[in-house]
């Protein structure tokens, strides 16, 4: 899709969340113009080094325009300790821009544009994670290594936490959508300058909070992308706080008699798969279809006279309840149920018999108190979290036809054994979307499919076939049926959509020692079943059914 200019974004006044700084602004040109055969022969570093002075967008000061060869491992020495990103290896020689990006009298970004010598004519925005306010600088090295002139931001704030968020509407808009529609905004016309003619197509990849960023594009601005890859989208976002904050609640302190301790949630895991792993027709550890699983915590409870290896009567209360959806005050589902199977990599999050990694959102933006105590979490801060929904972050709308109209397409997937975001709710809003739209998942197939990465954690790793192109962690083969950004590539420029997404498992998940299996892994609603009689390792011993 094509580049828009900042003055466009005047025109989204309507939102009643854009707040007017870019309102009229000019659409100088960015000069001088570099055509590719300049920058393949010769004069690609010259030409970075000028951009830094050619840049005139208003409100964006370019802080640098460097030159980086292939092989660098770039540092971050003023990165926030909390985004653990102190340093990059970069695999592509590249033109590096670091812009400050004003978005009002109080709010703003820091953005990165990463311009590949090895161009495919492509650009891409990454997302962010958690609560944001890290630039993904392994996401901007991974794809520009493929050859997409590249972009990212902080979001708006310095940091994974929330305290910028404190009374500070602006920096919560930049959060929420803002950062990234406008970087995509400035960094498509920055590529243009560059390379001296426009992109050919536009991407999005992310995961997480990245995941929402892509869906909220597609949502309120259709045509920032061509095809866009959500993993694990944080959608429902206000909700899934007031989950996230609700399993607090739940165990109580490690003190609390419905706290369980780590070696018994591997008890609870132990009767997870006692009860449903066979549902896919392999014992093999992995459950392919979390939602058949209907677990039932009563075999675990302790018979009379027996406390090892058994839980009490208010332990399987809370195993009960941790697998059951979160209800509000009027009876409606606020968030599904965690799903079966992530209950091992969860208790180091979630059941810890402390407050949520992620409280910040309800202590800054709804409680706006700092000493906020997750233990009171009350029905009524759940409904206020919902009213309250600045920027409508929540990230809730099921109507998509203004992006499929566009030629947009929307390759979503999630992992069945995630720890932090459940992947129930991905198939929650998949079913809203057909809902909303009128339109069979047959019908949705057109220009949007959802996939369920079995044995997969939170955007990667997991004892499944997690490896699919998803990240530079996440790299597998380059084939567009093993990586799903070259599949969101090959649906958007060839036509081809796909049918399942292949990932791998390697042997302790380095690939140099071999791929212990394959699996294809299947496009919502059907559902991954084991033949019963061929190697389980290879995916053709596999079928995706209804």
């Not at 959608?235 to 003190?255: D, P, Q, R």
């Not at 299947?522 to 011993?541: A, I």
Request: glycine residues 10%; hydrophobic residues 35%; aromatic residues 10%.
């Amino acid at each position: 899709m094509g580049v828009p200019t900042l003055s466009t974004l005047s025109t989204l006044s309507t939102l009643s969340i854009i707040f007017g700084v870019f309102n009229g602004a000019s659409t100088a040109a960015l000069v001088p113009r570099w055509d590719q055969g300049n920058l393949t022969n010769g004069n690609f570093n010259a030409s970075c080094a000028a951009l830094a002075k050619s840049i005139s967008i208003e409100n964006v000061t370019v802080n640098f325009a460097d030159f980086v060869s292939s092989g660098t491992n770039l540092t971050f020495p003023n990165s926030d300790p909390s985004c653990t990103r102190p340093f990059q290896v970069v695999s592509a020689d590249l033109c590096r821009v670091n812009m400050n990006v004003l978005t009002s009298n109080s709010s703003g970004f820091v953005m990165e544009a990463w311009l590949p010598k090895n161009w495919t004519g492509r650009f891409l925005s990454t997302g962010n994670g958690g609560l944001g306010g890290c630039v993904q600088y392994e996401d901007m090295a991974y794809t520009a290594q493929q050859g997409f002139a590249v972009v990212g931001t902080d979001n708006g704030h310095t940091g994974n936490g929330g305290k910028a968020f404190l009374n500070s509407p602006e920096v919560v808009a930049d959060f929420a959508f803002r950062a990234t529609h406008t970087g995509v905004v400035v960094g498509k016309q920055i590529s243009k300058s560059f390379y001296g003619s426009e992109h050919k197509k536009s991407y999005y990849l992310g995961c997480s909070t990245g995941g929402r960023q892509g869906f909220k594009s597609a949502q309120d601005f259709p045509n920032d992308f061509d095809g866009v890859v959500v993993g694990a989208p944080a959608v429902a976002f206000n909700s899934l706080n007031s989950w996230a904050n609700h399993f607090y609640i739940l165990t109580g302190k490690n003190t609390s008699e419905n706290f369980l301790p780590a070696p018994l949630w591997t008890t609870v895991n132990t009767e997870i798969l006692n009860q449903c792993d066979s549902l896919d027709g392999l014992k093999d550890g992995i459950i392919e279809d979390p939602s058949l699983c209907n677990f039932d915590a009563k075999p675990l409870l302790c018979a009379p006279g027996v406390t090892d290896g058994c839980l009490t009567g208010a332990q399987v209360n809370t195993v009960t309840q941790v697998f059951t959806g979160l209800f509000g005050e009027d009876g409606s589902l606020i968030y599904p149920r965690m799903q079966p199977g992530s209950e091992l990599q969860a208790v180091r999050l979630y059941y810890t018999g402390l407050p949520s990694p992620f409280a910040d959102w309800y202590r800054y933006s709804v409680k706006k108190d700092p000493n906020w105590d997750p233990a009171t979490l009350t029905p009524a801060d759940i409904t206020l979290a919902l009213q309250q929904n600045p920027s409508n972050i929540e990230t809730w709308k099921g109507d998509l036809s203004e992006f499929q109209a566009a030629g947009g397409k929307l390759l979503h997937w999630h992992g069945m054994q995630d720890p932090i975001i459940s992947s129930d709710n991905s198939a929650r809003y998949y079913d809203f979307v057909s809902q909303t739209m009128g339109k069979s998942p047959a019908e949705l197939d057109e220009f949007y499919r959802y996939f369920r990465i079995s044995g997969t954690g939170h955007c990667s790793s997991g004892p499944g076939a997690w490896k699919i192109g998803q990240s530079i962690l996440g790299s597998s083969e380059q084939t567009s049926q093993d990586n799903i950004l070259m599949r969101i590539v090959d649906w958007v420029e060839n036509g081809a959509a796909p049918e399942t997404v292949r990932g791998h498992k390697y042997v302790n998940d380095t690939a140099s020692l071999g791929t212990q299996f394959v699996r294809n892994h299947c496009r919502y609603p059907t559902r991954n079943v084991y033949d019963g009689q061929g190697d389980p390792n290879l995916e053709t011993s596999w079928a995706c059914t209804n």
